[in-house]
């Protein structure tokens, strides 16, 4: 999987996310172990203390978890991996409707379009 990273944005912060979304998207499924700092931070391009700061993050949000021998693994619990998918879609509505607010829409044309897209959608 490739990694991007942009200049400005701390790259540890970065992978937090970007691990997240791998995480959420079911990239890597609950349960599942991750692959080794080492292995990970080889992939992304970047330093295992980088890579080892991230997955520490990750765990303090309870989205990874380590067992002492064996690795890291996704979280299995289903109401932290709930969770962490109504923050996502929180964050992303409001960068939407930020958006859509700065070409002039109102609240009612906001709800009405996103109204229209579910429809459309289930066609």
Request: aromatic letters at 8%; proline letters at 3%; a negative charge.
């Amino acid at each position: 999987m490739e990694w991007n990273f942009k200049s400005g944005i701390p790259i540890y912060s970065q992978i937090v996310d970007e691990m997240t979304m791998r995480i959420a998207s079911g990239i890597y499924e609950p349960g599942e172990k991750l692959p080794s700092v080492r292995d990970l931070a080889m992939d992304a391009g970047v330093n295992p203390n980088t890579m080892q700061r991230a997955l520490a993050e990750l765990e303090r949000k309870g989205l990874v978890y380590s067992e002492r021998t064996s690795g890291r693994f996704v979280t299995k619990e289903e109401a932290v991996l709930k969770s962490l998918h109504e923050e996502l879609a929180k964050r992303y509505f409001q960068e939407l409707a930020e958006k859509l607010r700065k070409i002039g829409m109102s609240g009612e044309e906001i709800h009405e379009a996103v109204r229209k897209w579910v429809e459309d959608m289930k066609e």
